[in-house]
């Protein structure tokens, strides 16, 4: 690797690990598990088996029963009550019976309707399992090898199916709801199923966990099919390190996570483009809503998720590679088409700054509508991708979010535990959004977007449709027809400066602590209180300040120099302006950066005469903030691994410093007299009459002055005197040099008397 990659790259680490603090807050809160690999992929999608069931779940109470069962299609009813006979005769009373007693695979559990709360594993651990030797958790919990889950089932599960092959468990009611399993906010899961191939989950619902309601692990073939989970601290379901699975019908509500999450997907087509083989795991007809986000996988890799409805979270979908201890980062291979995605706009933070998330799970008041976010997120956003590549966005509805509907932001590798230089900017390439419906509901009703498409820069081969609305930046690459057709691509190994000033102040989120970033419009922050405001702000009083003290300390007499720093003021007032904006893009930061890149450009031409490199350095900011402008506006500009805006940046940090230099210090007067010479003659300082000599300041010359004489600053740019001096002589009527004057000659040391 050459020197000057290698120097990119390590100043493309240093300025992406702005962009990874969006992630270091919350990822101590992450889903923590112990180290697990993925299956070896020989198993397959279990089916849905229809015979009489082996064992059988009842409560004894046939009042209630009766009760539940009233409203039943005959049919089922009847089924029901000869089921309930067979149980109350030789069935279990709770679950975890049922599961213990299954001694062979193949078996199926049927749950009658009823509300199970598994009183036997409800109570903590006692005796061993109360001290068992294993890590904790950020958030507490232990985290348990797999023999120690077999030794204590019920320290974390309500129901524990650890080992027991192709099981299927279903219930036997009209709706999922007739069957509940509630954790009562005891448990981290309601349900966990470990190593379990083959298990097949139907037709009941979960409930009210500290953590997951039904949590399927190292599975190589797995069905939940029309199962309802609600009222979790994290996640709904949670499946992990698993393959050939399958979720539909499904529902998830009042999750602090989210409501799907199949994290750490077995990474099966790792190295592949967009045609693959097939999928780890399909989720299709569920609808997920209510929650902090509908659906989330880290390392969500090969996953197609169609036909699904996310909507009124606070994000509808995301996926990442936030954070470590995922098998299978970076997250790459989703596919997500003909989902519809709408209205995410949910904000559940307030219920995080008025200590309502502060208390124990049971008293918060999940069950009324209460979600304790567990992250930061940006509210309003349909789709985010956090580092991911090979992603594909097609054919899906999204509509009525008001941030974006599509949002992409980079993650270094570091932030994974990996860090090899050169897989510091491996994520957030190649995600195609193409044929997508935006702003439209399905009826054709209008329902914008307040932003199609937030980006931070990072990333190459991306692309998105060319009908997509309003945009950040305002040019984007194209997706052609056929996927992996892109026109107008861009390859930068770091997102834009003020993006990541964003991630990293939103990134201080901390749902225990109650911390809510102060400066992050994702948390409420409002006009002069967002950052990108503030550092607007900042950056204009200091160019401002700079900017009026270089023309009235030196081109106060140059009127073209007088223009152009109005231009620079109006740029800079018009650049804070359009940073009030940022959640709906528009022209104005694009006119801001035209009208400040013109102030430099003609500064630099009024200082060539006298500060030629200074000069040359100004001209070179103006030149970069035009180009900004054209990269931001028109077309990102291909082949530069930073954009315009990181130069800029750098170079005028450093301009800054030189303009203040140049404005506290006096124009250059000539050369200086040598020993013994009397201050007088061409190239001297001039002198009033009687030999006192004058002081050059940067007042313009006025009618009656002299015009300069020669070794005096030359005229500045268009013609108007830099810095003429202060004289008493009377003034000639044409400029150029003029015939010394009796009075103005002095004799010069070793030259003689005149």
Not at 234 to 245: M, P, R, V
Not at 251 to 262: A, K, R
Not at 355 to 370: F, H, L, M, Q, W
Not at 705 to 732: K, N
Request: aromatic fraction near 8%; include cysteine; hydrophobic fraction near 35%.
């Amino acid at each position: 690797m050459s020197r000057t990659r290698r120097f990119v790259l390590a100043l493309s680490v240093v300025l992406a690990a702005l962009a990874a603090a969006l992630f270091t807050a919350p990822g101590a809160q992450a889903h923590e598990e112990r180290p697990v690999t993925f299956p070896d992929g020989s198993g397959s999608v279990p089916k849905l088996r229809t015979g009489e069931p082996d064992l059988l779940v009842c409560k004894t109470d046939r009042t209630d029963f009766a009760r539940r069962i009233s409203g039943f299609p005959p049919a089922l009813k009847a089924r029901n009550l000869a089921l309930f006979e067979r149980c109350a005769a030789s069935g279990h009373r709770h679950l975890q019976q049922a599961v213990d007693a299954v001694d062979r695979p193949g078996l199926t559990i049927a749950i009658l309707p009823g509300l199970y709360e598994e009183e036997p594993s409800q109570p903590p651990p006692t005796g061993a399992c109360a001290s068992l030797d294993a890590p904790d958790s950020a958030l507490g919990y232990q985290i348990l090898s797999y023999e120690q889950q077999r030794q204590c089932p019920h320290n974390q599960n309500l129901v524990a199916i650890l080992g027991k092959k192709d099981l299927q468990i279903e219930g036997t009611g009209a709706s999922r709801l007739d069957v509940v399993i509630d954790a009562k906010y005891q448990k981290l899961n309601a349900i966990r199923a470990d190593g379990s191939d083959g298990v097949y989950f139907r037709n009941f619902t979960a409930q009210r966990t500290t953590f997951n309601s039904l949590y399927v692990l190292a599975a190589d073939g797995f069905v939940i099919d029309d199962v309802l989970t609600r009222w979790n601290d994290e996640y709904g379901f949670l499946t992990f390190a698993s393959d050939h699975g399958l979720y539909k019908n499904c529902e998830s509500y009042g999750n602090g996570d989210s409501g799907i999450y199949p994290g750490s997907a077995s990474n099966i087509n790792d190295g592949r483009g967009y045609d693959v083989p097939r999928y780890s795991i399909e989720i299709t007809g569920c609808r997920s809503h209510h929650n902090m986000v509908g659906y989330s996988g880290t390392a969500g890799d090969s996953v197609w998720v169609h036909d699904n409805e996310f909507d009124h979270n606070m994000g509808g979908a995301s996926m990442d590679s936030a954070f470590p201890g995922h098998p299978g980062l970076p997250q790459n291979h989703a596919r997500f088409e003909r989902n519809l995605i709408h209205d995410n706009n949910q904000n559940y933070y307030p219920y995080v700054a008025d200590g309502t998330c502060a208390k124990p799970p049971v008293e918060r008041g999940y069950e009324r509508g209460v979600v304790c976010p567990q992250i930061s997120m940006p509210p309003g956003t349909g789709i985010i991708t956090a580092g991911g590549n090979w992603n594909l966005y097609e054919d899906n509805w999204v509509y009525g979010h008001q941030r974006a509907a599509f949002y992409l932001n980079a993650v270094p590798a570091f932030i994974r535990g990996e860090s090899a230089w050169g897989r510091q900017t491996d994520t957030s390439h190649r995600n195609r959004y193409a044929g997508n419906h935006l702003g439209t509901d399905p009826s054709g009703a209008s329902r914008p977007n307040r932003t199609d498409v937030w980006w931070d820069g990072q990333g190459g081969g991306n692309c998105w449709q060319a009908d997509a609305g309003a945009t950040s930046p305002g040019a984007l690459p194209e997706c052609g027809a056929r996927r992996g057709e892109v026109s107008g691509t861009a390859d930068r190994l770091v997102g834009e400066p003020v993006k990541l000033a964003q991630l990293l102040v939103c990134a201080d989120y901390d749902v225990q602590a109650r911390r809510l970033p102060a400066g992050c419009d994702w948390y409420g922050a409002r006009g002069l209180q967002r950052v990108e405001t503030q550092l607007a702000l900042g950056t204009a009083l200091v160019l401002a300040l700079t900017g009026g003290a270089l023309w009235w300390r030196r081109l106060r007499g140059n009127r073209l120099a007088g223009a152009a720093t109005l231009l620079g003021l109006a740029g800079l007032a018009l650049d804070v302006a359009g940073s009030t904006l940022a959640l709906t893009p528009t022209a104005v930061p694009a006119v801001a950066l035209l009208l400040t890149g013109a102030w430099w450009t003609l500064l630099g031409l009024a200082f060539r005469p006298t500060r030629p490199a200074f000069a040359w350095a100004t001209l070179a900011l103006g030149a970069l903030t035009l180009l900004d402008a054209f990269d931001k506006a028109v077309l990102m500009i291909p082949g530069i691994p930073v954009s315009p805006a990181w130069l800029r940046l750098l170079l005028g940090v450093i301009w800054i410093l030189w303009a203040v230099v140049t404005a506290g210090t006096r124009p250059p007067t000539g050369k200086p007299a040598g020993p013994g010479d009397a201050p007088t003659g061409p190239g001297s300082a001039p002198t009033e009459p009687g030999g006192a000599p004058v002081v050059l300041g940067d007042t313009p010359a006025e009618p009656g002055d002299a015009p300069a004489i020669p070794g005096d600053a030359p005229a500045g740019f268009g013609g108007a005197s830099v810095s003429a001096p202060t004289r008493t002589s009377t003034p000639t009527p044409t400029p150029g040099p003029v015939p010394p004057q009796a009075s103005d000659v002095r004799p010069h040391h070793g030259e003689g008397s005149a």
